[in-house]
């Protein structure tokens, strides 16, 4: 079985251009996560979905940050406009509900650098 | 806010050693997590425990749960160089029938050979 997809895997960009991450979850999995990994902060939680509707948005840093999920295998997490310090990995992961937990599958992230 | 410490921060040791990760927080989670990451790739997960005095063991490393589910620990035995790499516990902060996955500090294990 494919596992999450992550797309593009690196980036380089200008400051205040538009990034669109790309994510295709594990097929059957209801829930989906996207998170932001750096060396200073770790690995952030950002926003999650759960059946396709966002659930928790309040990791979200601000309004530069979107993101959506039109249907069961898609989600895009969009940053408009880009700024230096949105440089780092962003990792997209799903699960499929098991009762008392649900184990997490992580893609492979997309290393963003904006300059 | 919801926040897990993980100590120590960076860990380097001789293969063969032995070594303890924590996991504390100051809130009660209805689960609780543990991932390794090794460089260029996602966490993947190594154990998951439930309820509070829970221990277990996945070969040479031995997972506890605390009695009040507010922190864990993660052992590991005989360290090999393939042990290499960031563990991470993960919290569930979730409302019932979601998981909410809040990660520590992480913890950057070196195993010399």
């Known amino acids: 079985d494919a596992g999450v997809i992550q797309s593009p895997r690196h980036e380089v960009t200008e400051m205040g251009q538009e990034v669109t991450l790309r994510c295709k979850p594990i097929?059957?999995?209801?829930?989906l996560f996207w998170y932001r990994q750096t060396m200073m902060r770790g690995l952030e939680l950002l926003i999650y979905f759960n059946n396709n509707v966002p659930i928790d948005d309040s990791g979200m840093p601000e309004d530069r940050f979107s993101a959506k999920m039109p249907n069961a295998s898609f989600s895009t997490l969009k940053i408009q406009p880009s700024e230096p310090r949105d440089s780092a990995v962003y990792f997209c992961?799903?699960?499929?509900?098991?009762?008392?937990?649900?184990?997490?599958?992580f893609g492979e992230g997309s290393r963003l650098t904006v300059l | 806010t919801q926040l897990l410490e993980q100590s120590p921060q960076f860990l380097s040791i001789q293969e063969g050693e032995n070594l303890t990760v924590y996991c504390n927080s100051s809130?009660?989670?209805?689960?609780l997590q543990w991932y390794r990451q090794e460089p260029g790739e996602g966490p993947v997960l190594l154990v998951t425990?439930?309820?509070?005095?829970e221990v277990k063991k996945l070969k040479r490393l031995t997972f506890q749960f605390g009695d009040a589910r507010k922190d864990s620990s993660l052992h590991i035995t005989a360290a090999q160089t393939g042990d290499t790499g960031l563990y991470l516990c993960?919290?569930?902060?979730?409302?019932?029938?979601?998981?909410?996955?809040?990660f520590g500090t992480g913890t950057r294990l070196k195993v010399l050979a």
């Open positions: 809130s009660v989670f209805s689960s």
């Open positions: 992961a799903s699960s499929r509900d098991r009762g008392y937990t649900g184990e997490l599958f």
């Open positions: 097929s059957g999995h209801n829930s």
């Open positions: 425990v439930v309820t509070g005095g």
């Open positions: 993960a919290g569930d902060f979730g409302l019932v029938g979601t998981y909410k996955y809040i």
